[in-house]
């Protein structure tokens, strides 16, 4: 099974994913959250530079519904050193969708062809997608399927939920299936894969089955890309879940931002968001991660998280 990291927008940057490589790896690629404008930013740049990146296979992720745009930070990866950018047509946020971007862009179809149709025969790169199944209906699949299936793409990544689902609710692993069945395309499964448990996908947590489910469905299924699993569990991958690895994960991570970031609370803001995932990792640690979220300053966060990896570590 190959392993992917998911883009999330301003968790999965440049700096977690050297330190996440350092202290786990596993992860046969890595994805960089989206890059959106013409003229790439500071961050965005500083987050696909080589230097940044080494030791890993990082491919770029780019949101747009403009073919021009498109192509034209697809030439500045390609200037980096890129060989390979990824498309975001999956990306359920409100903002992102209301300017027809992301999974947005599913709403029109024929203008999606289009954009598919020009940048397939223009970009020096090779291209994968990253989507979901549809706007409203699980019916929208089918007219998708058959659109992606004409291009040469590298690989189609699907979350198979609806613009609508957002994240929650069931995934709809018929429709991974059907996509499946054609074959036309290399495929990589996302969505839900909060562990790599083996168990019925009718019993327990949601979504604790769904790498159950497709084991044996589609044995033939050998690439998944996973988000909040790690951020949750970081050794979910390579089975490493002693508090010792995590906590030099962490405090690594912490340094690093302490060092890249302008000004103590930006750390504060940027570390607290991670343990919201990252505090799955501790049973019954409600009460130290409410001192982490509610800490003020650097040395009441380092005593709030003393505090968890001390009693609950």
Request: overall charge neutral.
């Amino acid at each position: 099974m190959k392993y992917y990291l998911a883009p999330m927008e301003g968790l999965t940057t440049y700096h977690f994913r050297r330190v996440y490589h350092k202290y786990y790896g596993g992860v046969e690629k890595y994805f960089t959250p989206f890059l959106a404008a013409r003229s790439l930013s500071t961050r965005e740049r500083a987050d696909i530079l080589p230097e940044h990146n080494e030791g890993m296979k990082v491919v770029p992720q780019i949101l747009a519904n403009r073919a021009d745009v498109f192509l034209c930070i697809a030439g500045e990866a390609a200037a980096y050193g890129y060989s390979a950018v990824n498309l975001n047509l999956g990306c359920p946020s409100g903002t992102v969708a209301a300017r027809g971007r992301g999974a947005g862009f599913l709403k029109f179809p024929e203008e999606l062809e289009r954009f598919l149709d020009e940048i397939f025969e223009k970009c020096p790169l090779r291209i994968s997608v990253k989507t979901r199944i549809g706007v409203e209906n699980v019916e929208e699949w089918e007219r998708l399927l058959e659109l992606f299936g004409r291009y040469p793409m590298e690989e189609l990544i699907i979350h198979p939920r609806l613009l609508k689902e957002g994240y929650g609710g069931p995934v709809h692993l018929e429709a991974f299936a059907a996509a499946a069945e054609r074959r036309k395309i290399p495929l990589c499964y996302n969505g839900d894969l909060i562990s790599l448990k083996m168990v019925d996908p009718d019993g327990g947590k949601a979504g604790y089955g769904t790498l159950g489910w497709l084991m044996s469905r589609l044995p033939e299924t050998d690439t998944v890309m996973v988000g909040r699993g790690i951020l949750q569990r970081p050794g979910m991958i390579t089975g490493d879940f002693s508090p010792v690895t995590l906590r030099a994960f962490h405090d690594e991570l912490l340094e690093g931002y302490i060092r890249i970031m302008s000004g103590d609370t930006n750390t504060l803001f940027k570390m607290k968001d991670l343990w919201t995932f990252m505090g799955e990792s501790f049973d019954n640690g409600d009460k130290y991660l409410k001192k982490i979220k509610k800490s003020k300053s650097l040395s009441e966060y380092r005593a709030a998280v003393d505090a968890v990896f001390r009693e609950r570590g």
